[in-house]
């Protein structure tokens, strides 16, 4: 893939706030970052004029903050030979950080594992090998993308996106501390609806709390339902906010 900027809705909620660019500071107040993702497509890259105009439709809607989402790919989900993709360069990152701070925008860096006909939740590997290899391809990679955060002044940085399956490794403890030691920003990990936020060990090291909800909502025309569903969603994450 090469790349673009394009704009899809984030279903991202995350608990708690950023903050200026600091290590570790304590938000001010309580703010609510509405925004959108921002992927890659092909023939368009980040810097042009087509991708500023994406981001200054995204501010034009309302958006405050853009989730930028440069991707690691893997063969399979027991693969452990993970690496960068091909959808976003470093100075194509750069400049997506770049243009969306000269719009206004805050931004997050979210990478995202792609796994082609399947998805990040189902990586797993094999042995005790396998797995090594496979936090040390992915440190490698984050660290690389965390540096540019960093250098570029992004207010938070994604550790992780919906990898469920790794969740309760060990090495996730030595994985954000080496990235904590690059990133003075915030820090979060993006975890898979309520069940996926509840299951992960490691909220105590990070600043933030983040979920990609999917929750099923019903029929179109049974708002009642809907708005059960979400209650529901919302009491669940606000006991795990008051936890940590």
């Keep these: 893939m090469r790349s673009i900027a394009s704009l899809v809705f984030a279903a991202a909620l995350v608990v708690g706030a950023l903050s ?35 981001l200054m439709n995204a501010k034009e809607l309302g958006a405050r903050t853009v989730a930028i989402v440069p991707f690691l790919w893997q063969s399979d989900p027991a693969n452990p030979n993970l690496a960068r993709g091909t959808d976003m360069s470093d100075d194509e990152l750069r400049a997506a950080i770049r243009d969306a701070h000269a719009f206004g925008l805050t931004v997050l860096v979210k990478p995202h594992v792609w796994i ?8 797993g ?19 690389r993308i965390a540096r540019i955060a960093k250098e570029e002044r992004a207010e938070a940085f994604a550790i992780g996106t919906e990898l469920d399956g790794t969740t309760q490794r060990a090495e996730w403890n030595a994985l954000i501390d080496a990235v ?14 309520v069940e996926g936020v509840e299951k992960v060990p490691f909220w105590a090291q990070l600043d933030l709390i983040g979920v990609s909800l999917y929750p099923p909502l019903g029929a179109d025309n ?7 569903a979400m209650r529901a969603v919302a009491d669940r994450l606000d006991a795990l906010a008051a936890q940590t």
């Design 20 to 54: 200026s660019f600091s290590a570790r500071s304590e938000p001010a107040s309580e703010q609510q970052f509405d925004g959108f993702n921002v992927i890659a497509v092909p023939h368009r890259p980040f810097g042009s004029k087509s991708a500023k105009l994406a």
């Design 116 to 123: 082609p006909k399947s998805w990040a939740g189902t990586i």
């Design 125 to 143: 590997m094999t042995s005790e090998q396998a797995w090594q290899d496979w936090f040390t391809n992915y440190q490698r990679e984050l660290e």
């Design 180 to 193: 904590r030691k690059l990133y003075p920003g915030r820090l979060l990990y993006v975890a898979h609806n």
């Design 222 to 228: 049974d708002r009642d339902y809907r708005l059960r």
